[in-house]
């Protein structure tokens, strides 16, 4: 790990192998690493720039579309490679329950060193060297499974309003609800999947089917106010086309 990455893990009252989850946006060309302070909560440990990602903005879809997926991954121990040829990586888990849902297919999408990328993040080695420390040094303290959340773009309304025409804008506003959720609370979001599209922070101790209905009492947004306040139990947040953050975009757009 490199001195002044450890000094802001300091700064920032952290333990080294304490838990970490990152964060990716292709349009910024951004990958985040956030970081459990002492407190219990995340906070933005270090930001590094992608060297490259193929595709364009977007899901992944099917094995050989050259994308590179959006959505919540879990990476764990076994999916971490440090025999790369793209000098080190780790798998990003795809495909997830929700991406299995519809049918998309793909295998080993990776965030690696290098500056090439066939679906991948490509991080360069000077970059994949600390983040993999990163990975690799949370899993030898407690953590068994890393959240990666990978995004188009940051989730605020300008972007939304630049590409609400875009034929991914209803998938887009269905991650900002996952996004909303960490960022709100600072704790992952508990993610599963139904009806085909994700669910977070569900309190409920079942296991849902990814292509069957959700649960009537779910789909409800609960304000940031509740989703702090019922912490570290989390309240459920899924996606739907009543989001008031979708209303206020139709409201601006309507006004210009």
């Known amino acids: 790990m490199r001195t002044p990455t450890l000094r802001q893990m300091e700064i920032l009252n952290m333990d080294r192998a304490a838990p970490v989850l990152i964060r990716t946006y292709k349009e910024e060309h951004t990958l985040e690493v956030w970081k459990q302070d002492r ?3 995340f906070a933005l440990l270090k930001s590094y720039p992608i060297c490259k990602y193929s595709g364009k903005l977007g899901p992944k879809i099917a094995q050989g579309d050259y994308q590179a997926p959006e959505g919540f991954y879990d990476i764990t121990p076994d999916q971490m490679n440090p025999q790369s040829s793209e000098y080190l990586s780790f798998n990003i888990g795809f495909p997830n329950a929700f991406d299995q849902s519809l049918g998309r297919t793909g295998s080993f999408l990776m965030v690696h060193g290098g500056c090439r990328s066939v679906g991948c993040y490509a991080m360069t080695d000077y970059g994949i060297e600390e983040i993999y420390g990163l990975v690799y040094e949370a899993f030898q303290g407690v953590q068994a499974k890393i959240q990666l959340q ?14 609400e025409q875009d034929p991914n804008a209803s998938f887009w506003q269905m991650l900002k609800t996952g996004s909303d959720a960490f960022l709100e609370t600072g704790y992952p979001p508990t993610v599963a999947v139904c009806d085909q599209r994700y669910v977070f922070n569900l309190l409920m101790n079942t296991n849902l089917d990814p ?4 649960p009537p009492d779910i789909n409800v947004i609960p304000n940031v106010a509740t989703a702090i306040a019922t912490q570290p139990g989390q309240p459920s947040m899924v996606y739907q086309a009543t989001d008031p953050f979708v209303q206020k975009i139709r409201q601006i757009l309507r006004d210009h």
């Open 150 to 163: 990978a995004f188009p773009f940051r989730m605020t309304t300008a972007n939304f309003v630049r590409h």
């Open 211 to 214: 292509s069957g209905p959700c």
């Open 39 to 41: 407190a219990g909560k």
